[in-house]
């Protein structure tokens, strides 16, 4: 099992960037694919970004492609989502969830832990 804590959210104007950081528990979390989802008021929670177990592969939603890049430090049980260019709809509560790494890296469904979520606020 993994225990996964983001940090990082904030208040930002448009434009501007955020770097949100998910901690995570275990010793085995080089066994995880990575993601980053987020979920706006009344809306459904959404893919943002994935990062394989071993950090060759990456996946990003086109809403995101080019202004965000998801990361990973396996030595230090991290994964990060940098955030460029933030506009008003990337505003969400961001979550950090890990799914075994013998998943498809490229299926969404198999994310079973998630971690409390990181508020983010865009700014016009």
């Known amino acids: 099992q993994v225990q996964l804590v983001e940090s990082g959210g904030g208040l930002v104007q448009a434009g501007g960037s955020l770097r949100l950081s998910c901690a995570a528990s275990?010793?085995?979390?080089?066994?995880?694919?990575m993601g980053w989802f987020r979920q706006a008021p009344g809306k459904e929670r959404e893919f943002v970004a994935a990062?394989?177990?071993?950090?060759?592969?990456?996946n990003y939603a086109d809403s995101v492609k080019g202004r965000f890049t998801i990361s990973r430090d396996n030595a230090d049980n991290m994964v990060y989502l940098q955030m460029n260019g933030l506009k008003p709809e990337d505003a969400a509560v961001y979550y950090c969830?890990?799914?075994?790494?013998?998943?498809?890296?490229?299926?969404?469904?198999?994310?079973?832990?998630w971690g409390q979520g990181t508020q983010v606020t865009v700014s016009t």
């Open positions: 969830a890990a799914q075994s790494g013998r998943s498809d890296f490229y299926r969404y469904t198999g994310y079973g832990y």
């Open positions: 275990g010793r085995t979390f080089n066994t995880y694919h």
């Open positions: 990062i394989s177990y071993d950090g060759r592969s990456t």
